[in-house]
């Protein structure tokens, strides 16, 4: 069942990351260019891309093109959601949704013991999974009703 899996065993582990001294317009281009929406924001340390915010199309439609600021003039880290909620490998999916629930969230950086940047678990990645499982339950329900006739004419 996907609820026994783990942030790890979800996460998408391609994971499209930013300085937070990047320019929002170039910023925005990374995000186009890759078709994503949340850039990690991450800083370069010894044990290696540990994740510090997260930059989200929205955040750069909601502070920056509402406000008619000028994306030239800011930088992600003037923009992007600081001090992310993030998820270690092992958490259980059931504890994430819970963290992404109390927090308001849909999407968390996955790390390891080190709290290096691992990967991204989105709301979506979870939906994506318990959907192939209801469509599974469908099925055998579809199933056991077609072949009910067949056992007890």
Do not use: K
Not at 16 to 45: D, K
Not at 88 to 97: K, N
Not at 118 to 126: H, K, M, Y
Request: with cysteine; net charge negative; glycine share 6%.
């Amino acid at each position: 069942m996907a609820l026994q899996l783990s942030a790890g065993d979800l996460c998408t582990r391609s994971t499209v990351v930013a300085l937070g001294s990047l320019h929002i317009s170039e910023a925005a281009q990374r995000m186009r260019e890759h078709h994503v929406g949340c850039l990690v924001v991450v800083e370069e340390r010894e044990a290696g891309r540990v994740p510090v915010g997260l930059l989200t199309d929205r955040d750069i439609v909601t502070a920056v093109l509402a406000n008619q600021l000028e994306p030239r003039a800011l930088c992600v880290e003037d923009v992007m959601s600081g001090n992310p909620v993030t998820a270690a490998e092992s958490d259980s999916v059931l504890d994430v949704l819970a963290a992404m629930r109390r927090a308001g969230v849909r999407r968390v950086p996955v790390v390891n013991g080190l709290g290096v940047l691992q990967g991204l678990l989105s709301f979506d990645d979870v939906l994506e999974i318990v959907a192939e499982q209801i469509q599974a339950l469908v099925q055998v329900l579809a199933s056991a009703r077609r072949l009910e006739p067949q056992r007890r004419p």
